[in-house]
């Protein structure tokens, strides 16, 4: 730290030169952020300096954050959900199996994943001293129906399916996994961080959420395809009671407990997250994912037209091609078996999908 403070004017021209240096959104088709809605930006400026990790001093925040668990929960088939918001997908996978682990207390406990889930689930079994048991995937990268028994035994705490995955947008056996859940008493968690908010508004899709009996938790983040200011998650649980689990006590505070991975938690994005869905409500997020949808499906379409495939199929906007180029002056990035992925976010238009295709075409000749 400098001695002495700098100027206003020189402070924020070198903010300025750094921000220079961000990509933005142009011409990125690996990300699963984007630019938040305009509606977004606003709330989060109006709640800038809330903070829900004290919500008796933030009373109205708290109450935001309940309509957005609310709003999600029906979204996702149980009005009565229990849940917070948290910082993303990675605290969401982190504190579920922080739950599924305290609910069963067992000696040597293991979680079975798929082989495709985000890294998030390496952390989260590091820290809690978890053994990763990795279901492997079957030719169109789901979780392989019939190597999941063979992972599980007496020391299972937690069985884990996504929903939308990260790498090639493709739905885990959810219902097969609802059926183990039950029969075995295992905790469920399903990673939809980001097929969360975009399969609830597409007609053809298998079920997922709690409408499947075994379902007991469900990350979802509103800083991917809700349109959110960073950072926006949300963790919920079937049964709100479980977060008895992780409760600590909190002496200092205005709540006596909580049972929330951080301290201090944001609710400004919590705000923003809330923002977007009430504007929007279902009939915009669904005009918003068709077209997200109609470009992943055209990028789809003109690739296979140049010769390179999808590797899967995927049910949500992001597609892994059989590519080993890369369009030159494009970001895209590679799954873990080097196909080419891209993921049709919200600032992808129709003419920037014509543009990659065109630079596909031309990085043949
Ligand atoms: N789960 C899935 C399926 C994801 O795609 C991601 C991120 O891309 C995460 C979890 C982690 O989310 P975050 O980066 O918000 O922690």
Known sequence: MQKKGCSEEELFSFLSSAR???RKYEKVLSSMCTIPHPVAVKAHNMFIETNLG???????????????????GVLLHHKSAGGYATTGGTESNIQALRIAREIKNLKNPNVVVPESAHFSFEKACEILSLELRSVPSDKNYQMDEEKIEECIDKNTVCLVGVAGTTEYGVLDP???????????DIFL??????????????????DFDFKLPGVSSISVDPHKMGMSTIPAGCLLVRDSSVFKSTEVDTPYLTVKKECTLCGTRPGGSVAAA????????????????SRCMKNNNKLIFGMKKLGYPVAAEPCVNVASFLCEDTPKGWQVSRTRY??????????ITEDIIDEFLKDAESMQN
């Open 20 to 22: 220079l240096k961000d």
């Open 174 to 184: 959810i219902s097969y996994l609802s059926e183990i859940a039950l029969e075995r």
């Open 274 to 289: 809330f923002a977007v869905l009430e504007y929007l409500g279902e009939e915009g997020m669904e005009e918003i994912v």
């Open 338 to 347: 080097g196909h080419l992925r891209t993921v049709c976010m919200p600032h």
């Open 54 to 72: 004290d919500p008796g001093l933030f009373m109205g925040t708290a109450s935001i954050e309940a309509l957005l668990v609310e709003r999600l």
């Open 189 to 206: 968690h399903v990673d939809a961080a980001f097929g969360g908010l975009v399969l609830p508004f597409i007609d053809e899709k298998p």
